[in-house]
């Protein structure tokens, strides 16, 4: 493309514009408190387990809704010490970015800048829940979208039409 004076115009540059990040489900359980707060014998640390699902749908032809779930607990000795369940969320809008590259994008970047916000709010729940503080390690979201894509699990990267 040019100008009219022969110069090219610039291409847009892709954004990513976070509209609001909200908390749409928390649940945390410390279910055999007080027992479950008291210090473990030395050198055994409890089993964590931790699930991490991420979706997508689109709001508007440029906004996407992404929510980052994240499940956990952790357990010693056959005794369920704490679990939780975080359902994060965000509002995108996405600018200028080629339609095969939306869906990576939605499903990649979007969680990775949800990820430290929802990491803040695990940890104070289990810090609260009267535990150290569970740090969760950094997520591979390229590895998660790739098993995703693997399974055939694409998510919808269009508004949905009403009828």
Do not use: H, W
């Not at 540059?13 to 210090?39: H, R």
């Not at 014998?41 to 979706?55: K, M, T």
């Amino acid at each position: 493309m040019s100008d009219g004076n022969g110069s090219p115009q610039p291409q847009a540059m892709p954004q990513i514009g976070v509209l609001g990040q909200y908390v749409k489900d928390l649940s945390f359980e410390n279910p055999n408190a007080p027992q479950s707060i008291t210090p473990a014998p030395a050198g055994q640390q409890p089993s964590i387990n931790i699930q991490v699902n991420v979706d997508a749908k689109p709001m508007s032809a440029n906004d996407f809704e992404v929510t980052l779930r994240l499940e956990g607990k952790a357990e010693t000795q056959g005794m369920l010490l704490f679990n939780f369940e975080l359902v994060f969320a965000g509002a995108f809008r996405i600018q200028n970015v080629p339609p095969e590259t939306l869906q990576p994008i939605v499903l990649i970047e979007c969680p990775r800048l949800l990820f430290p916000f929802a990491r803040e709010i695990v940890a104070k729940a289990v810090r609260n829940g009267g535990f150290a503080p569970l740090l969760l390690d950094p997520i591979d979201f390229v590895g998660l979208y790739r098993q995703r894509m693997a399974a055939g699990q694409a998510a919808p990267t269009q508004p949905a039409s009403s009828n």
